[in-house]
């Protein structure tokens, strides 16, 4: 009858259980340690797995080390139980860990299946002979001295930045969020990270989306293996012309310690002795296919792209002569709004018109620019009498749904009092 581990089940958001390895390439006299945690605000019971079938790989003790810790993390309490198994290869070529079935509670969670890279052993770092020598025998033997340590660059799996495009590909003037990832395995420590030079998109109107600038690394599993991650950077991209734009690769240098790769378990615990390294990590460049728009648009299209609403108040329905009126329009949604047009409006030869007050508000703590664009017209009515504004209208295109679309408000009546200046008498030559 399989084991049972938990506490009692409360009303929280559903647990996360994820499956990972120690290495994705190992050597054939090595040993390959495969973890499944689960992980969450409060755990139900959670039945001890069966270790997963493997092809490649055998299993050194069927029954699991499990280990339980709670963290406190932004303020809410995460738990966390972990199972582990040990396999070793069989043989060199691509090992296979099926998926692990996990009963948390009521549910069974299925975890994914992972590879492993089994290489050989010439191939991978020494192995100490005698790894308990150094206890009895601290000052080694002139006959067989130990290497001296040496500054291990972190391996490309170990750090890196990943660009993740919220598309691809996309229309011009079509929102783009890229977001910058970085990534670092479990045990390695970062410091002193910064930009090394300025990021370009040539071709793109860019605006900056918000991060945290005091990140806390979270937990992850990428291809297997245990990270934490931190959010970079985190833009808005609008490509103003169409064909193919590249966007510049992201570069960071920072100082890293991260543990040695060796077998030896005293050179890995002596190598974070050794301080930290400094490197220099890049994302790859990001290639963004642009798409004009389709042909012809509305007469009253002035090239605003997104998804937009509208909305039109009067500061007052009834004025004299000579006094003057708010009309304010607003402009609601996703997209560039630092280049919207204004919208269509003409009230006709009744009232005099001003070149609109504009204010703009950006909201950049999503993943998504947002925001409202106001334009408030003011004008002064040149005689007495009742009058009806003409309806405002704004085009934009919608790139979801790849269509134009028009808004337009209700008409609007002015009643305007009082007596109309006289006008002023003509000059005799």
């Given amino acids: 009858m399989a084991a049972l581990l938990g506490v009692v089940l409360g009303v929280h958001a ?4 994820t499956a990972s390895i120690s290495e994705a390439t190992i050597g054939t006299q090595e040993r390959l340690v495969y973890t499944i945690e689960v992980k969450g605000e409060q755990l139900p019971q959670v039945e001890t797995p069966e270790p997963p079938e493997t092809e490649g790989l055998v299993l050194v003790q069927r029954f699991p080390a499990t280990s339980r810790n709670i963290a406190i993390i932004n303020g ?3 738990q966390r139980l972990a199972f582990q198994w040990t396999y070793q290869p069989l043989r060199e070529g691509t090992a296979r860990i ?3 079935r996990v009963r948390v509670g009521d549910r069974v969670y299925e975890t994914e299946a992972l590879r492993v890279n089994v290489v050989p052993q010439a191939q991978r770092p020494a192995r100490p002979r005698d790894p308990f020598a150094r206890l009895l025998d601290p000052f080694g033997s002139p006959s067989d001295p130990p290497a001296p340590p040496a500054d291990e660059a972190p ?3 170990d750090l890196f930045i990943r660009v993740i495009p919220s598309r691809q590909e996309a229309y011009q003037n079509e929102q ?3 977001e910058y990832q970085l990534f670092f395995r479990d045990g390695s420590q970062l410091r002193q990270s910064r930009l090394t030079d300025s990021w370009d998109a040539e071709g793109f109107w860019r605006e ?3 991060v945290d600038t005091r990140p806390i690394p979270r937990p992850v599993v990428q291809n297997g293996l245990r990270y934490n991650m931190i959010v970079l950077k985190r833009a808005a991209l609008f490509p103003a012309r169409t064909g193919r734009l590249q966007v510049d690769p992201l570069r960071i240098e920072t100082e890293a310690l991260v543990p040695s790769r060796s077998l030896d378990p005293f050179e890995r615990f002596f190598s974070r002795t050794r301080g930290f390294r400094p490197v220099e990590v890049a994302s790859a460049p990001l290639t963004i296919t642009v798409r004009p728009l389709p042909q012809a648009p509305p007469p009253s299209f002035a090239g605003a792209v997104g998804r937009y609403t509208m909305q039109t108040r009067l500061d007052r329905a009834t004025l004299e002569v000579g006094q003057s009126l ?4 607003t402009l609601s949604g996703n997209g560039n709004l630092a280049t919207l047009p204004p919208p269509t409006f003409a009230p006709g030869s009744a009232f005099e018109v001003y070149d609109p007050q504009v204010d703009v508000r950006i909201d950049r703590s999503g993943n998504r620019l947002a925001g409202s664009k106001t334009f408030t017209y ?3 009515p040149r005689s007495p009498g009742t009058f009806e504004l003409p309806p405002v209208t704004f085009t934009y295109f919608d790139p979801q749904a790849e269509t134009y679309e028009t808004l337009r408000s209700e008409p609007r009546p002015v009643q305007v009092t009082g007596t109309a200046a006289p006008a002023a008498p003509a000059l005799a030559l």
């Fill in 14 to 17: 559903q647990p996360v259980v």
């Fill in 76 to 78: 809410r309490m995460e």
């Fill in 98 to 100: 099926a998926p692990a």
């Fill in 155 to 157: 391996a490309p799996e």
């Fill in 176 to 178: 783009i969020t890229v």
């Fill in 208 to 210: 900056e989306l918000d």
């Fill in 326 to 329: 708010q009309y304010v329009v």
């Fill in 378 to 380: 003011v004008l002064v």
